[in-house]
T-cell receptor
Framework: DQQVKQNSPSLSVQEGRISILNCDYTNSMFDYFLWYKKYPAEGPTFLISISSIKDKNEDGRFTVFLNKSAKHLSLHIVPSQPGDSAVYFC?????????????FGTGTQLKVEL | DAGITQSPRYKITETGRQVTLMCHQTWSHSYMFWYRQDLGHGLRLIYYSAAADITDKGEVPDGYVVSRSKTENFPLTLESATRSQTSVYFCASQREYEQFFGPGTRLTVL
């Protein structure tokens, strides 16, 4: 049972345009959500997070939106740059009943083209 | 250097062999995790540890054993490697809600 889903395995965007990566979850007990970025042959690195009490968090070119009623979050990258080409993982966690564990989605491969 | 390291970075072994993957962190974070990354599955939790001598199973623990005698080390052992355990393995430690990952170990079981 996949509690965190990223239904788009890949996304291609032109440089300078907006990239929108989507993530859906099923467990309403999740308290917080994170996005990780992963380059080949490296470990995932933290990008941005959002608490369940917020609906938006912004950090430079990266904004995460949370729609709790739809159990959906999205990551917006504006403007997209070639260096953003990577795999992006959505993750969800909660301090209630699950310890400190994170549940990850399957990832979306973003390619930013010149 | 501060951070989280994994060794070896690459390992090739044969079916039935025992393999141990090492993980070391310098932050003294309480929580540590082992994941495997496979195409189409993302990152799946194998085992985690809340502190020294406290470990628990994750989503895919079968065939793996962990120990944590010291806070900074969290080795993962494949007692009898199988081909299905060919994967990239990531270790992570956690501060508050953020997890920090090591560079990974690519394991091939022939």
């Amino acid at each position: 049972d996949q509690q965190v889903k990223q239904n788009s395995p890949s996304l291609s965007v032109q440089e300078g345009r907006i990239s929108i990566l989507n993530c859906d979850y099923t467990n309403s007990m999740f308290d917080y959500f994170l996005w990780y970025k992963k380059y080949p042959a490296e470990g995932p690195t933290f990008l941005i997070s959002i608490s369940s009490i917020k609906d938006k968090n912004e950090d430079g070119r990266f904004t995460v939106f949370l729609n709790k009623s739809a159990k959906h979050l999205s990551l917006h990258i504006v403007p997209s740059q070639p260096g953003d080409s990577a795999v992006y993982f959505c993750a969800a966690g909660g301090f209630t009943g699950g310890g400190n564990k994170l549940t990850f989605g399957t990832g979306t491969q973003l390619k930013v083209e010149l | 250097d501060a951070g989280i390291t994994q060794s070896p970075r690459y390992k090739i072994t044969e079916t039935g062999r025992q393999v141990t993957l090492m993980c070391h962190q310098t932050w003294s974070h309480s929580y540590m995790f082992w994941y495997r990354q496979d195409l189409g599955h993302g990152l799946r939790l194998i085992y985690y540890s809340a502190a020294a001598d406290i470990t628990d199973k994750g989503e895919v623990p079968d065939g793996y054993v962990v120990s944590r005698s010291k806070t900074e080390n969290f080795p993962l052992t494949l007692e009898s490697a199988t081909r299905s355990q060919t994967s990239v393995y990531f270790c992570a430690s956690q501060r508050e809600y953020e997890q920090f990952f090591g560079p990974g170990t690519r394991l091939t079981v022939l």
